[in-house]
């Protein structure tokens, strides 16, 4: 069956190295089928066989985002941090004055469940909307193993219920909850919390927050390789506000991941490239706290497979990966196509998904997005905007603003 044809796209983004323009693609059985000139790819999968027929007109289609680090299921309002900060506080600052990430933590613990879907389902529709196919999720606003469990249900519910994949990350060990410190709460961790959550069986990525004054590179490790033992692949957050060895440490372990990396160096940025890890950059949150920006190109230097994503949280509240692709070009000096490879084929090896996921590669996932854009250029040239007209996920037209998307008539008599 014909899931679906886009046609009479100005340019068809394939990945980093391919482009099309006056350019189709044709999606069957979920997966992109053809790619190329509209013409060749309509003559052998007319548009009116399909299940729907999207008529581009003249617009850019590019590959899902695929948001790789998300803080993306909380409860609670920080607005009022981030006018504290524009007043100079430090972020640090804030967490001992028991605000930031533990301020966080007790209104998700006082939260309802189903307050909480419906939060993380909101939060989806918007990134939907954005453009977003493919976003990570983490627990870690729990800090005790009833709530980290409650969170990854509800993260699995939500990728049962919403269009968008949603792969979840256990994260227990984002911060040092109230009443304790951080070698105690790392051994519960390790010892209580890492044992429910793979018996529960949902989360597929343990995460640590590596950093000065939450856990040492040592209890970092200790949480990473216990998690590894249940099955969990590694992630670090690894040199966001100081420069601990995070970078390394998640070389040594062989994550799939190392985010933030604000202040790695090149050291950093050999040992992540030879262990095959790839550094997810997130310059919202440089943006959000007027830090300076990572620089890519001593990664990518490295030879590594660099990885954009928005770090949506009650301390960076933008759920725009658009907004991300943005912040990299002016921020970290990115050319649109590289930032926007950043953004689905990076964010993907980030997720290990490798199979073709952020790319428009004959086979691969048909998780797309059409542009109200001649270019995929004016995703960060109109910065701010939301410039995702149409979304398809895995063929099926899951988000439509401007209708470009018709069931075909032979379709509908079927």
Do not use: W
Request: hydrophobic share 45%.
């Amino acid at each position: 069956m014909i899931d679906a044809v886009v046609h009479g796209a100005s340019e068809v983004i394939v990945d980093a190295d391919t482009r099309h323009e006056s350019a189709a693609v044709a999606v069957a059985d979920g997966e992109v089928a053809a790619v190329g000139p509209t013409d060749a790819v309509t003559r052998e999968y007319p548009p009116e066989n399909a299940v729907a027929s999207v008529d581009a007109d003249g617009r850019a289609v590019v590959p899902g985002f695929v948001d790789s680090h998300t803080h993306g299921l909380f409860a609670g309002d920080r607005s009022d941090e981030f006018a504290a900060k524009l007043r100079g506080k430090e972020y640090q600052e804030i967490l001992e004055e028991g605000g930031g990430i533990l301020r966080t933590v007790r209104a998700v613990r006082e939260a309802g469940t189903e307050r909480l879907l419906g939060n993380l389902l909101g939060h989806l529709d918007v990134m939907l909307a954005h453009g977003t196919t493919t976003v990570e999720v983490k627990s870690g606003y729990g800090l005790d193993t009833d709530t980290e469990l409650r969170m990854l249900d509800v993260i699995a519910e939500a990728d049962a219920r919403h269009p968008v994949d949603v792969v979840p990350t256990f994260m227990g060990a984002h911060a040092v909850p109230e009443g304790t410190d951080a070698d105690d709460y790392t051994d519960a961790v390790v010892d209580e919390q890492l044992p429910a959550v793979a018996e529960q069986g949902i989360a597929e990525f343990c995460d640590v927050f590596c950093e000065e004054g939450v856990f040492s590179v040592e209890q970092s490790r200790r949480v990473l390789e216990a998690g590894e033992e249940y099955g969990f692949t590694p992630k670090v957050h690894a040199e966001e506000l100081t420069h601990l060895g995070g970078s390394q440490l998640a070389a040594d372990v062989g994550a799939a991941s190392a985010d933030h990396l604000l202040h790695a160096t090149d050291e950093d940025a050999a040992a992540l490239a030879d262990a095959g890890v790839t550094p997810v950059l997130l310059p919202g949150t440089a943006f959000s706290l007027g830090a300076e920006y990572a620089d890519p190109e001593q990664f990518r230097e490295a030879g590594a497979t660099v990885a954009v994503a928005s770090d949506f949280n009650p301390n960076c509240h933008s759920q725009s990966m658009g907004m991300a692709v943005a912040l990299a070009c002016v921020g970290m000096g990115m050319a649109p196509r590289d930032a926007l490879d950043a953004a689905t084929r990076g964010g993907a090896h980030a997720l290990d998904r490798t199979g073709g996921t952020g790319t428009l590669r004959e086979g691969a996932p048909a998780d797309l997005a059409v542009l109200d854009a001649p270019s995929h250029a004016h995703v960060p040239y109109s910065f701010g905007v939301n410039r995702v007209a149409t979304v398809l996920k895995q063929g099926s037209v899951v988000h439509d603003a401007d209708g470009l998307a018709v069931p075909a008539p032979e379709a509908l008599d079927a």
